[in-house]
């Protein structure tokens, strides 16, 4: 069979340039080529039709554990770990993920170097490696991996709603797998489990179940050519496609009540029906019609009505699992303590909703809308990374026609009454999962899920239940959203007069600054504002910053039923609390963007405390702060490193002992009082005008600073606030010992991170070498050669300006003062690897660092994200990446070499480290003793973070006092 290049004509956004073109090669594989010569990156993803419910019985996670191994090596490239070394040595990134049904390898790099990168890609399905020490290492990889997810409330949720299901299905299965699946078991039954993975790989990898996307700058004809070429010796064996057998959900799962402990504090309600699924009627639209009305926040909704009777603080409804064959429609409610209270007339009310739907029939015009939306939203889409791109595309191909798979189901096009009111029927009482999470249940459940060990109990819901839940329901007005004011219809690019490529400081006062960057790269209809409120009062104590924080969660509580329809119609916001006082960002079209924003401002102007209000947010503030404490264990070593090293940071303990002497009127107390003083650093971006942009700003100053009370005024030089991050001692590693705030959470953590300088042209693009260069080397050594854990990474570390690089390490295996011996050992591996590293080798990574930092911004978020940074850390480096670049090119092998010596490696001279070692469960002795012994030179232990801090001089400020305001 000839290869076909059968032209169908894809379906792509209007403003897309890129070329398309399917092909199919003789030996079946279909594949889509993208030709884009604007990409900087080049990248593929290889999508096989091969999941975990093709697990063989008794080898739960084989699937997971398969996807694992290719990677390790193939007959045509034997050297273990040498795909994902090239991969990252050429500026790329590589990873895969295993689902039900498909299971999904991916990749991008740098352009120049695509074709080997791609031939060693290939090489997973022709003819990988498997090697009997490589396959013993990575059982250990998954068992960790699985580790990480014991204590995850999403992991152990899904895996109940899974193991509720007929045990005949493939659904009902686990499917990560551990070292009991993939070793114990299959050891006891005298299986051979590297037999089994060759065994399962060739029964199910075949060409004809695969589906590839392959993005590069080049043309169609070259991109064809290579693909042909590389992957035309996968074998096809014809295999069939999983099918999967009908639902999961006999009626034994059915009309149930399902109580169950979480691990984290808050009440949640999952109320699920299995229905028809969406992929079968894709162009309907009807599950996305039916998420968008149970799931509106606006006047009439489900949600207003919880929230205003202070049962809810959050509501989602939508498709949730599925395949061809079945699906489920699930929502999501979040409950208060009050709500939990009133589950029943909650379901109850949900119902009478549904109701409201079944009866009222079908909205052409809420249809319309919708449509009006999507199309939109389709047409004016952000260029995304490549390598994102290729796994949405790859995922799609195996479930759409060839000319939809850009689109999916993202346009739901024809208007169907008949095939939405077949799903609003299936949302019956006696058809329903109900899903009800909290620790109240703690000792009242008398059932175990095997996996995760989630505690539980079911009991059967009747018919005359769920109609009394009905009955005593709240009798509110339930109806059906007014239209949204805030679709965009002008679309026009607007024609920027503005010279120069970066920010420009457009106006400066005493209340405010305004950098202004129109688009020049995108020429989308789409803008981006983001104001910093620095106000000193906010973040002067640790009940300031809590109240803060109330103060910006009630702002976006007031404000969610009049801007839901913004966000419905892509024009987000966002009030955060930050450091310094509170952040407001808008994002999306341009066109009702100031009607939001002026909206926006006025809430702030006029704010009130309301007390209900208040009370719902404090306890959703209470129980954040307490499950701080079920953080994975290395992303509470970065929190502690963080508190070490920020100058005027408070700990969240502190803000967990004082939230519960808070109340309402000490927020109506303090919010006109932080407001009181403010400097306004504002950035906007994209399809505005540099008047426009000037005229938001005035009209901002002129409700908060102006008129005869005005509410806020200027800062004085004195009052700029300023993030200050602590300087480490040259010579010396200190290290700070700490439980895990979890007890029965069995992971410890390492963040081992070295502190090299602040700022500064060259000492950044060694740095950055250095931690491209020995980035592999350290995932290889320490998690697939040691197997410390499957969370292993090296990455910089930048700290207002303060740069540094960071290994961080999640383990079982080994106590946190063993891995810092590890890290230590590996880094003098490494030191011999540096010096013997060849001239050709060494420039081929600084070209791969140049390519990276030639890449363009893909879209006008990442755009302004990049530009941001310079300003909140005062830099204001904006050509930075051209300096860098300059900079490398200049760079020889012995300053790389001569860098490593003097900061990095074990005993430099510069070298200043901190180890910040959690302790899980499993490695309480080792911590006592760590905290016991008399720390020696060159090792201090850290026994008090604050009297460390104090302790130390600080690096100074690029924001430094009246620097503020200056260029």
């Not at 080049?42 to 419910?53: E, L, P």
Request: net charge negative.
């Amino acid at each position: 069979m000839a290869v076909g290049k059968e032209e169908v004509e894809i379906l792509k956004p209007r403003t897309d340039k890129r070329g398309y073109r399917r092909i199919v090669l003789p030996n079946r594989l279909e594949v889509l080529l993208i030709s884009d010569p604007e990409a900087d990156k080049a990248a593929a993803s290889m999508n096989v039709s091969v999941g975990s419910f093709s697990d063989p019985e008794g080898l739960e996670g084989l699937a997971h554990f398969l996807e694992h191994m290719l990677f390790y090596a193939s007959e045509k490239y034997p050297l273990e770990d040498s795909y994902s070394k090239y991969i990252t040595e050429h500026g790329g990134s590589t990873n895969a993920f295993t689902s039900s049904e498909h299971t999904n390898y991916y990749f991008d790099v740098n352009n120049d170097s695509f074709e080997e990168a791609l031939d060693r890609f290939a090489q997973f399905f022709i003819k990988p490696l498997m090697s009997p020490d490589a396959t013993m290492r990575e059982i250990k990889a998954v068992d960790s991996e699985n580790q990480k997810n014991l204590l995850s409330d999403a992991w152990r949720m899904a895996q109940l709603h899974k193991h509720l299901s007929a045990d005949s299905h493939p659904y009902h299965k686990f499917s990560t797998g551990n070292w009991d699946t993939l070793e114990v078991r299959p050891k006891a039954k005298g299986l051979d489990t590297r037999h089994e993975l060759l065994k399962f790989y060739e029964e199910n990898y075949s060409a004809n179940l695969m589906h590839l996307v392959v993005y590069w700058k080049e043309s169609l004809d070259k991109i064809q050519s290579l693909v042909e070429n590389k992957f035309q010796d996968i074998r096809n064996t014809d295999r069939g496609c999983f099918n999967c057998p009908g639902h999961p959900c006999t009626s034994e799962h059915l009309q149930i009540l399902v109580k169950t402990v979480p691990i984290k504090q808050g009440h949640k309600l999952r109320i699920i029906w299995p229905i028809t699924p969406g992929i079968r009627h894709y162009k309907e639209g009807h599950c996305r019609y039916v998420g968008h009305l149970i799931g509106h926040e606006g006047e009439g909704s489900v949600f207003y009505i919880l929230k205003t009777l202070g049962w809810a603080t959050g509501l989602s409804a939508g498709e949730g699992d599925w395949t061809y064959e079945f699906s489920f429609f699930t929502v999501i409610i979040d409950l208060t303590d009050a709500g939990h209270e009133h589950m029943e007339e909650i379901v109850g009310l949900l119902f009478k909703y549904i109701f409201l739907l079944q009866k009222s029939g079908v909205s052409k015009r809420i249809f319309d809308e919708l449509s009006a939306i999507c199309e939109t939203v389709f047409h004016y889409q952000d260029k995304i990374p490549p390598i994102d791109y290729v796994v949405n595309v790859a995922s799609n191909m195996q479930l759409y026609p060839p000319k939809d798979w850009l689109v999916a189901s993202s346009l739901p096009s024809n208007f169907s009454p008949g095939t939405i009111q077949m799903v609003l029927d299936e949302l019956t009482p006696n058809n329903i999962r109900i899903f009800w999470e909290s620790k109240k249940f703690e000792g009242h459940t008398d059932l175990v899920e095997p996996w995760y060990g989630t505690a539980y109990s079911v009991e059967k819901i009747t018919d005359s239940m769920l109609q009394k839940w009905i009955e005593t329901a709240p009798n509110e007005n339930l109806h059906l959203p007014v239209p949204n004011i805030f679709i965009p219809t002008d679309l026009s690019i607007k024609e920027m007069q503005e010279k120069g490529n970066y920010p420009l400081l457009l106006r400066k006062s005493s209340f405010s600054r305004l950098w202004y960057k129109p688009d020049k790269l995108f020429f989308t209809p789409k803008a981006y504002v983001k104001i910093d409120f620095n106000c000193p009062y906010a973040s002067h104590s640790p009940e300031a910053g809590v109240l803060t924080d109330i103060f910006t969660r009630l702002l976006m509580d007031y404000l969610n039923e009049y801007a839901y329809d913004a966000q419905v119609a892509s024009l987000y916001y966002g009030i955060t609390h930050t450091d310094t006082g509170f952040q407001l960002i808008v994002v999306g079209y341009n066109h009702k963007m100031r009607i939001l924003l002026e909206t926006i401002v006025g809430k702030i102007a006029q704010f009130k405390v309301k007390e209900d209000r208040f009370a719902v947010i404090k306890e959703t503030v209470m129980k954040e702060y307490q499950n701080f404490k079920f953080q994975q264990p290395y992303q509470q070593a970065m929190y502690y490193c963080s508190l070490i090293l920020e100058d005027h940071s408070w700990p969240w303990i502190e803000g967990l002992e004082v939230l519960p002497h808070l109340e309402a009127g000490d927020l109506a107390k303090f919010s006109p009082v932080m407001l009181s003083k403010a400097f306004l650093e504002c950035y906007v971006a994209g399809n505005i005008d540099s008047n426009e942009a000037e005229s938001l700003v005035q009209h901002i100053e002129d409700v908060l600073y102006k008129g005869p009370m005005p509410i806020c005024k200027p800062l004085f030089p004195s009052e700029h606030l300023t993030n200050r991050i602590i300087k480490l001692e040259t010579g010396i590693s200190h290290f700070y010992p700490i439980e895990g705030l979890n007890p029965s959470d069995e992971n410890s953590a390492l963040v081992q991170y070295t502190q090299v300088h602040q700022d500064d042209l060259l000492l950044n693009v060694k740095l950055q070498l250095f931690a491209l260069v020995a980035k592999q080397p350290a995932f290889h050594q320490l998690r697939s050669v040691e197997q410390l854990g499957y969370i292993t990474v090296l990455m910089q570390r930048n700290d207002s300006g303060v740069r540094g690089v960071q290994f961080i390490v999640q383990s079982t295996a080994k106590d946190p003062g063993q891995i810092d011996l590890r890290v230590e050992a590996f880094l003098k591996l490494f030191e011999s690897k540096l010096n013997e590293m060849t001239n050709d080798e060494f420039r081929d990574n600084v070209n791969a660092l140049i390519d990276m930092k030639l890449e363009k911004h893909k879209n006008l978020r990442e755009e302004s994200a990049y530009y941001w940074r310079e300003i909140v850390h005062g830099t204001l480096k904006f050509d930075r990446r051209e300096s860098e670049i300059a900079a490398l090119k200049q760079l020889s092998k012995q300053e790389l070499v001569d860098f490593f010596n003097e900061y990095i490696k074990v005993g430099a001279p510069q070298r200043k480290v901190l180890s910040v070692q959690v302790y899980g469960a499993l490695h309480s002795a080792e911590c006592k003793e760590a905290k016991g012994e008399q720390s020696q030179l060159p090792s201090v232990r850290i026994d008090d973070i604050f009297s460390f801090r104090r302790s130390r001089p600080l690096y100074g400020s690029f924001k430094g006092g009246l620097g503020h305001m200056k260029l």
